[in-house]
């Protein structure tokens, strides 16, 4: 009888999308804000270094960049930063300024002309003994009698490495000293003045706890400093103060299992649930300033909503009825702003990428035929919101090749049935290749980071550079991911190395039970937590033919001793004791390590250091396993500048191309 013939090779298909494609496409825009018929957003540069940007829309639609190279607005509080500007009407735009992290004014040019004035931005906030010792997030506006001035968190990294946290005012002029008004707690979000100027609202929480696991909403009356928490605690989480009125909060608590809006007032009476529904309308706090709903001016609130990807919807407060509005995206980024009825936000759809968009959501606010009640099932607007894209992150998408994203769902595995987890099903999003050979094409399963993170449809140029050659991707949320009620993120507490690898591992089996991927040519890719999953999926399942994992976590004891002090005390959630440390860490796990691994860091990680990644690529190299390890001089915890993104993809093409052959 004749040998039975071996798989096919793999050949990778011709694709329109190159390596350059995709790193150009790192124009990241984040946190728009709208006033009147301006708006702005911030804009990364990837060929400019990975700089971030402010630009202006004006009223006629004329894009201005108003902070030219070398201008750098990125603020480092946390180490994951957030919006780093805010807009002061009649004086310009104050901003943290990445190498120094002082806040800087950068006022308009006389006349009203768009762009800024010839004189640089200059700075605000005094000059720390040490580059960034003080830095500033999460900036607020307050107009006042005495002129406007500026609420926000300020971090303070001390000498001996002690670092603390306060809400401080600052003037927007550079006139006298920063004051600081709110102290105490290890962290602080979301400073929020009443409207009367009496009150500040704001989150805030404790070690070890994460902003999704408890923090409390409190309320500190400005005229003696009393202070006094309306909602939130150990189990509960708590985000997004805005006033209602004078006595009146809304904010987003997950007290229900899932975070949704509720009514608070500040004298302590029960606090009223906005819309009850088995939806998320926040996602996890890991950046500061974004806000996910927005007061319109007639007093109803813009909302997102939903489960995995967020829908946009009108939420009357005094009814409780959602509207949905009509508008052209399916999902949007957590980060609302209006004025009057006029709304900007970050919106994405199938064949199109993210793009700060404009809505008159009074043109859009319909009739709606539906309650939301308790199902999340939200009514739909009888009349489309004008809706209008501003800005892409991406100009030129080959939509040829672009693949349709598809939700898909799969039994979480029977060990992570815990009392949270019992009858879960693993959440993923699947990317199609290209004409998949028969007999299943080769497949990369990709896992998020955080670990307390969420990957949604957004369209990525990255998963449509594999997709377009023949690879297929699946995008798993696995237990522990947000996006889908406390009992799912709760699957991963104490259970870090646990369950995400058994939902990656089920995702690459649930791929070989549908007839879509090649049970050979399967790999896994992750960054920072989804690097650890990475490494610890290669040691305990032989399902995967190879794994890359970029900044990925290898070893606790010198991750806690080493990492930045918001994620610190993190690992006591997603682990537990240190005597579980080396049972659970990839270090551990190397010895059983035996496909080909390519790891990638950057050398300015302050997130996860770069001992992680050479610790665990030397373990497989005295054992004789294939692993490549890579390095980036300059780059921190993600990839930013153009020429480091182009590489490192080349290098991740190349791996599975040996790997799948």
Not at 61 to 83: I, N, Q
Not at 347 to 373: C, K
Not at 519 to 546: E, H, K, L
Not at 553 to 563: N, W
Request: aromatic share 8%; glycine share 12%; charged share 25%.
């Amino acid at each position: 009888m004749p040998p039975t013939p071996g798989p096919r090779p793999f050949s990778p298909r011709p694709s329109p999308i190159s390596t350059a494609d995709v790193a150009r496409a790192g124009l990241r825009l984040g946190f728009p804000s709208v006033l009147g018929a301006e708006t702005w957003w911030e804009e990364d540069r990837p060929a400019e270094g990975g700089r971030r940007t402010v630009v202006h829309r004006a009223a006629d639609g004329a894009l201005t960049d108003l902070l030219p190279a070398p201008w750098d607005a990125r603020t480092r509080v946390h180490e994951y930063g957030g919006r780093s500007y805010v807009v002061v009407p009649g004086h310009g735009i104050v901003f943290a300024h990445h190498p120094d992290q002082r806040l800087y004014l950068a006022r308009p040019r006389a006349g009203g002309e768009p762009g800024l004035g010839a004189e640089p931005p200059r700075p605000i906030t005094p000059e720390p003994g040490e580059p960034g010792a003080l830095r500033y997030a999460d900036l607020r506006v307050q107009d006042g009698a005495g002129g406007p001035r500026v609420w926000c968190v300020r971090e303070r990294h001390h000498q001996d490495a002690k670092v603390t946290r306060s809400i401080v005012i600052v003037d927007p002029t550079g006139a006298g000293e920063v004051a600081e008004v709110v102290t105490g707690s290890d962290f602080y979000a979301s400073p929020t003045p009443s409207p009367d100027g009496r009150h500040l609202a704001y989150v805030c929480w404790n070690h070890p706890h994460m902003p999704w696991t408890g923090t409390e909403l409190r309320v500190t009356r400005l005229s003696d400093g009393a202070t006094w928490t309306v909602m939130g605690g150990p189990a509960e989480s708590v985000l997004a103060p805005l006033w209602c009125d004078e006595r009146r909060l809304y904010a987003v608590s997950d007290r229900s299992g899932w975070w949704n809006l509720y009514r608070a007032d500040i004298s302590g009476s029960p606090c009223e649930a906005l819309c009850p529904a088995e939806e998320e309308f926040a996602g996890p706090l890991w950046q500061l300033g974004g806000l996910p709903y927005a007061v319109l001016g007639d007093g109803r609130l813009a909302v997102l909503h939903g489960r995995g990807d967020l829908r946009l919807g009108v939420l009357d407060p005094e009814t409780g009825r959602l509207t949905d509005l009509d508008v052209p995206f399916q999902g949007w980024a957590p980060a609302l702003d209006a004025d009057g009825d006029v709304l900007v936000g970050l919106g994405y759809r199938a064949g199109a990428p993210r793009s700060v968009v404009r809505i008159d959501a009074a043109d859009g606010s319909g009739d709606g035929s539906d309650d939301a009640g308790h199902d999340g099932d939200a009514g739909r607007a009888d009349r489309a919101g004008r809706a209008e894209e501003l800005r892409r992150e991406i100009d030129d998408v080959p939509a040829r090749v672009l693949p349709v994203p598809r939700v898909v769902e799969f039994e979480a595995a029977e060990s992570g049935a815990t009392e949270a987890g019992a009858g879960m099903r693993v959440h993923a999003y699947l990317y199609p290749p290209e004409q998949a050979d028969e007999g299943g094409a080769p497949y990369v399963v990709f896992v998020h980071g955080g670990p307390t993170g969420h990957a949604t449809s957004e369209l990525s140029l990255e998963k449509a550079f594999f997709t377009s050659r023949g690879i297929g991707v699946i995008d798993v949320n696995y237990g522990g991911s947000s996006g889908y009620g406390r009992a799912y993120r709760e699957r991963l507490r104490g259970r870090w190395g646990v369950t995400d690898v058994e939902d990656v591992v089920a995702a690459a089996k649930w791929l070989v039970a549908e007839g879509l991927a090649d049970p050979a040519r399967i790999a896994v890719r992750g960054a920072s937590a989804g690097g650890w999953t990475v490494m610890a999926a290669c040691g305990a399942s032989d399902v995967f033919a190879g794994g890359v994992a970029v900044a990925g976590v290898s070893a606790l004891g010198p991750l806690v001793a080493a990492t930045h002090d918001f994620e610190s005390r993190y690992v006591e959630w997603l682990v537990g004791p240190e005597d579980r440390y080396g049972e659970r860490e990839p270090l551990a796990r190397a010895g059983q390590v035996n496909c080909p691994m390519l790891l990638m860091q950057g050398l300015a990680d302050p997130v996860v250091p770069p001992a992680q990644s050479q610790a665990f690529a030397e373990r497989l190299m005295e054992r004789g396993v294939p692993c490549t390890f890579l390095t980036f001089e300059g780059e921190a915890h993600g990839f930013r500048r153009l020429e480091t993104k182009a590489a490192a993809l080349a290098a991740e093409l190349s791996f599975y191309l040996q790997i799948f052959r």
